[in-house]
């Protein structure tokens, strides 16, 4: 079983939809990522959280640590939204950081 | 600039062959890592480095090597040796290992081709 479980694995929007990638992680972290990878292969870190919730122009990071769960929100939807976003959580070895495990990514579709 | 610049951005090489990827960081960061990414996987830890002159193996290290020779610096050789080499590499940095938070810089990646 994956440590870091992203769902879904594609999807496919319409221009202006609200959009919701989820991310589930089964190992104690220190910290979870959000990162974007466009077509080219290149990768930006969009969203660090440890706790609560980060919003950044329409992208929306919410952490729940009880439940060990993250979702990525985008709001109003734009064709250049189109990407791979990855989940990648940084694991708590007893107060030691860990190195970066990485969910499989999910591939954003938006359709103008 | 401050970034992460990997080259080239297409690299093909014939079986059997070693081949040396580049990453090169101008962010002042004491830790380089690298990474493999497959279709349909998640991306998966080659080596990485703390600090100049030290490295240590990630997870899918048989088949790599890599030195760490300037702070600025981390070459990945894919040897002969690596049964699988064709993928994508990311080369990442971020500041002092331990340092909260710990954010990690990607470069924009090399897509090894072995014929």
């Known amino acids: 079983k994956n440590e870091v479980e992203q769902s879904p694995q594609n999807l496919t929007a319409q221009e202006g939809e609200f959009i919701t990638i989820n991310c589930s992680y089964s190992v104690g972290i220190s910290a979870l990522h959000w990162l974007q990878q466009h077509p080219g292969g290149g ?22 640590i009880q439940e060990k769960h993250s979702s990525l929100h985008i709001t109003a939807s734009h064709p250049r939204d189109s ?18 495990i990485f969910g499989k990514g999910t591939k954003l579709s938006v359709k103008p | 600039d401050g970034g992460i610049t990997q080259s080239p951005k297409y690299l093909f090489r014939k079986e059997g062959q070693n081949v040396t990827l580049s990453c090169e960081q101008n962010l002042n960061h004491d830790a380089m890592y690298w990474y493999r990414q497959d279709p349909g996987q998640g991306l998966r830890l080659i080596y990485y480095s703390q600090i100049v002159n030290d490295f240590q193996k990630g997870d899918i290290a048989e088949g ?32 002092a290992p331990g340092y909260y938070p710990n954010e990690q810089f990607f470069g924009p990646g090399t897509r090894l081709t072995v014929l």
Do not use: D, W
Request: net charge positive; charged share 15%; aromatic share 10%.
């Open chain 2, 64 to 95: 790599y090597s890599v030195s760490r020779e300037k702070k600025e610096s981390f070459p990945l050789t894919v040897t002969s040796a690596q049964k699988n080499p064709t993928a994508f590499y990311l080369c990442a940095s971020s500041i």
């Open chain 1, 83 to 100: 990407a791979v976003y990855i989940c990648a959580v940084r694991v708590n070895y007893g107060g030691s950081q860990g190195n970066l």
């Open chain 1, 43 to 64: 990768i930006v870190s969009l969203f660090m959280l440890s706790s609560g919730k980060k919003k950044h122009g329409r992208l929306i990071a919410t952490i729940n």
